[in-house]
């Protein structure tokens, strides 16, 4: 399996490391493209940083390189992942601008009909985020929130970004080790 991996610049930078950890240990062919926001953010908060992200990827792919592999629809690959989906690239997406890589990628994972994952992680959300998520749906991509779920009783902060790592990766019907799910048995 061949992932596109982008990190946006909102908030949540940690559940995009978490991301990468699990497909890495999955052995899925990742391609990551980090905006610079994300870059700032990364910064500004001091978790993640870019050197952790990047040794955990297949391939790392400057965000201003718009003749990178993955910004052509035949180079295949079976789907992208955009975690965290700041409010600015989901409108880039949304509007068909693809000035960077990131927002390139994303849209000729849509043209392709490919599987496109937006995990937001922005709150409250006004009502052009709103029209904007309507319109990603509308086209062909999955809105999800990085909103844990608590059912599972987790300890610490590593089992609440692993619940959402699951979440995501199941959209693209990928297993990750780890993990109770809702009624099964232990």
Known sequence: MRLVVGVSGGS?????????????????????VVSSGAKRVMSAEGGPQLPELNALATHVHDDRDLAASISSG???????????????????????????LLSRAAHVTLKERRRLVLALREDPLPRPMLLNMVA?????????????GFYHAP?????LLHFVTVRLLDQFHLDVPGFTRWKEKV
Do not use: W
């Not at 949540?12 to 990551?32: D, F, M, N």
């Not at 990603?136 to 844990?148: E, R």
């Not at 300890?155 to 089992?159: G, H």
């Open 12 to 32: 949540g930078i940690p559940y995009a490391l978490s991301v990468l950890k699990a497909l890495h240990e999955l052995q899925v062919e990742t391609h990551l």
């Open 74 to 100: 035949s180079y295949r690959t079976d789907g992208m992942l955009i975690v965290p989906c700041s409010a600015g690239t989901l409108a880039k997406i949304a509007g068909g601008f693809a000035d960077n």
């Open 136 to 148: 990603v749906h509308d086209a062909g991509a999955t809105v999800m929130t990085a909103s844990p």
């Open 155 to 159: 300890k610490d902060v590593e089992e």
